[in-house]
């Protein structure tokens, strides 16, 4: 069935250049062959349709944490519960991240003591954090999300600001962009 | 025949928006205007210079030799502090995607409802609540996001930095969040410092007066002349400057909501980010946690030509879509918007529905279905 829907683009692509180039399609299609390539390509990837956003939460102060409302866009695709979990497991990473405590405390005293330099050297305890982020990340879309048809992008790639969820199309329905 | 695909090794820095230099791939980023750092280094390092070679001889011989060792440290001390508040990512946000910035757009549309052509739409805020207390949360027209509470857009640098607290052009830099302790750190240690000079500038000078005479002192060392000029009035700024700060440190504000008057006045003691306790906000923005950069400035980038198609990865998904659109987002005209952006804005209103579909769909008008262009003239009706 695939190969028929491509077959049925090409063919409409063919009839466009020659509705275009009028009597000489030849030197048409050879400028356009890589137009074609690129949407033979375009069409092998999964049709991305779209992306929710989920904002930073304010409400506890500037503390890096994200809202657990569920996206109304995600309802069909994954259960209420699993998203909030995710969500709120992130937040507690963050929060274990920009912990200020003992620890923190000391990494600053002995970062100071040196002038900094240690850090040219050593791991913060928040870029240990974002490491461990990344990998709950990446598990939870191995696990939960690429089967469902969804990607959860690092926050880190997007300034700490959102949560970037992708979520993509069924091949067979439709090829809308 | 197979598209040609040119790879070259960029990093994200080359192609990052915001007036900032970057120098050792990226490592370093200042402010576009060096020269008031480059004074600052200079002053410093030339006082400290004259420092070793006329008063240090006499003094470690005289007093004790710790006065030079004690001075080399907080001379090394100070330029590491102002190293790195100048060459560091004060905590620039990043732009938002055309993706992200057409979501907002919906978002802002969907809340402001139907606004009858001809009247002003309201202005881009965002209400959260903090700590019993609401906070307005502005939009960036440059850089298309609601900046998150305490950021601020540095006109200067061109990006929205977070908890701003100004532009410094003795550092060549903004002071922001991630290099806000190591600004205060240089203020502090450099008052120490030009104290110490001052001081033992006094004590060499009237030490050697007392063997000698004052004018033959003088004219033994010149260089306490200057030292003396420089250190005098670099001290008045320096302590006044680091007392401001400590006073801004001990009440949890920034220089930006200080000038502005947020949290002072009939709002005196309503400032959300404050911890009520000296010692606790101290301890926040002193011996807080280290933050990352949030810019990833020597992550590779994959540049190709623009006849080839990218299937590598998210990142690189991206970057075309960043690098061939620059404003997409259908942006309704506001005072705040630049008056470069407003024709262009007339000019994408009025080219219809193909500008509805997202960017990285920008492919040659031949290439699209015709399926595609029904749905969407559909969609319109």
Redesign the interface.
Known sequence: MKNAGLRC?LY??NE??RA?AGSHPKSVLTG????????L??LQ?PA?SS???VQ?D?????ICKFQTKFPSELESRMDKQQFEETMQTLNNLYAE????GGK??L???L??LT???I?LCME????KV?KKIARYIKDQNEKIYAPRGL?L?DP???????V?ITIFEDRSV???? | MSAVMITRKVRKWEKLPGKNTFCCDGRVMMARQKGIFYLTLFLIIGTCSLFFAFECPYLAVHLSPAIPVFAVLLFLFVIAMLLRTSFSDPGVLPRALPEEANFIEMEIEAANGNVPSGQRPPPRIRNVQINNQIVKLKYCYTCKIFRPPRASHCSICDNCVDRFDHHCPWVGNCVGKRNYRYFYLFTLTLSLLTIYIFAFNIVHVVMRSVDQGFLNTLKETPGTVLEVLVCFFTLWSMVGLTGFHTYLISLNQTTNEDIKGSWSGKNRGQNPYSHKNIIKNCCEVLCGPTYPSVLDRRGLMQEDSPAAANSEGPCSFDNPVAQTTKTTAPLIPNEHTPDDVKPSIAAEKSSGPKDDQPPAAKLPPLASPETDAETSIAKNQ
């Open positions: 683009f409409s692509i466009q250049i275009l356009f062959k890589c137009v074609q390539t690129h949407s390509q375009d990837q991305v992306k929710v956003f930073r304010y409400s506890s102060g500037t991240a920009e912990k200020i923190s405390y990494e600053g005293f970062a100071c002038a900094y330099t850090f913060t305890h928040y870029e974002l990607l992008t880190i790639e997007r300034g700490l600001r959102v970037e439709g090829s809308g962009r």
